[in-house]
């Protein structure tokens, strides 16, 4: 059994990743921003003289919609200091441990295929390239460090996760938990149902239980690598809204499509032949197989109850 460190265990993502941890017995510290602030220089004081296997760095300050774009400079501040916070600690006090650091398909350029050799090279999205740029920055770090001191990493580039448990403090949704909250309050509230751009624009999704029993298996056996962690295909948000339709019963017919809005990049699909050469069995959960249940957790939720944020 391990001991592991988790930064950002109290997110979407660090709550499924320590219950499976802890379900597997491992010891593990996770602790929230309000007893550990990566953002302080003592925020590593509790933990002074313990040893841990693995750190696991899940903390980013960022959120979906057009956050990134509204919040650059602080974002560049916050993300650049709990970055360091946590590449410093790991070099003088945990080298021992591996690191294992989630980036972000945004850190792709558009025109470059969306392949790990890549992920440092060109320019990405304009509304994105501050918390892509820090994403970069730790890479780079992972890979200073493991040059000048021999410390072992893993960076994992996940595309969007999709599951049960996401937030339902007000804050902006990504896209998929708020298509789901705009159809079923269409049907449920008779609420007009607006999604933004032509609906052609392409997303892929990976179900957050496929990502950490997946990342878990990378982390066990990969070292000082970059591997993209998706389903590998995309589908149009027309694809994604025609299947909630289904399943919540709204007519798709009635969702209206505002071209004028806000949407980001036109397609975005990691390519994923590198995770499919290190775990050749890796088989994620089709979307059809996944989604009714993160509906049906939305409902139970209360997360459709309050209007669509604009997104
Ligand atoms: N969700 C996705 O679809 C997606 C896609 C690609 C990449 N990622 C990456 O995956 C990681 C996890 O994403 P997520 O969706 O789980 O994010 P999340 O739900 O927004 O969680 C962010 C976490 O970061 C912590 N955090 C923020 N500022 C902090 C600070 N100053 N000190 C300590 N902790 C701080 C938060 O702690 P508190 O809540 O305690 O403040 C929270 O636990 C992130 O690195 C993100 O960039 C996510």
Same mark, same amino acid.
């Given at each position: 059994m391990k001991r592991i460190f988790i930064t950002g265990g109290s997110g979407f993502l660090g709550r499924h990743l320590v219950a499976r941890l802890e379900g597997a017995g491992h010891t593990v510290v996770a602790p929230a921003s309000r007893e550990c602030n990566l953002q302080r220089a003592d925020c590593f004081a509790p933990w002074r003289g313990e +040893?841990?296997?693995v750190l696991w760095h899940l903390a980013a300050w960022t959120q979906a919609g057009d956050f990134c774009l509204r &919040?650059? *400079?602080e974002q560049w501040l916050h993300n650049q200091q709990l970055n360091t916070s946590v590449l410093a600690w790991w070099a003088a006090e945990q080298a021992q441990a591996k690191l294992v650091t989630i980036g972000t398909s945004c850190a792709y350029a558009p025109d470059l295929p969306?392949?790990?050799? &890549? #992920? !440092?090279?060109?320019q990405p999205i304009d509304s994105l390239l501050t918390y892509a740029m820090t994403k970069r920055?730790? %890479?780079? *770090?992972?890979? @200073?460090?493991? +040059?000048? /001191?021999?410390?072992? &990493? !893993?960076?994992? =580039?996940?595309s969007t996760l #999709? *599951?049960?448990?996401y937030h339902t403090d007000g804050r902006q949704l990504h896209f998929i938990f708020d298509l789901i909250r705009k159809i079923i309050r269409g049907r449920t509230h008779g609420e007009p149902v607006v999604l933004w751009g032509d609906g052609t624009q392409r997303r892929e999704l990976i179900h957050v239980d496929d990502f950490v029993g997946t990342a878990l298996r990378l982390a066990d056996g990969v070292d000082n690598e970059t591997v993209n962690l998706g389903c590998g295909t995309e589908h149009p948000i027309r694809e994604f809204a025609a299947l909630i339709c289904a399943h919540v019963g709204y007519d798709p017919a009635k969702i209206i499509y505002d071209a004028?809005? /806000? =949407? *980001?990049? +036109?397609? +975005? %699909?990691l390519e994923i032949g590198k995770l499919r050469r290190l775990l050749p069995d890796f088989a994620p959960l089709p979307l059809e197989r996944g !989604?009714?249940?993160v509906i049906d957790w939305m409902r139970a939720s209360g997360l459709a @109850? @309050?209007?669509?944020?604009?997104?």
């Open positions: +040893k841990f296997d &919040h650059p *400079g969306l392949r790990e050799e &890549h #992920y !440092l090279e060109g920055m730790l %890479c780079l *770090g992972l890979r @200073a460090l493991e +040059k000048q /001191y021999g410390l072992r &990493h !893993l960076t994992l =580039v996940p #999709y *599951g049960p448990g004028g809005r /806000y =949407v *980001g990049a +036109k397609s +975005k %699909c !989604l009714p249940a @109850a @309050a209007p669509s944020t604009p997104q």
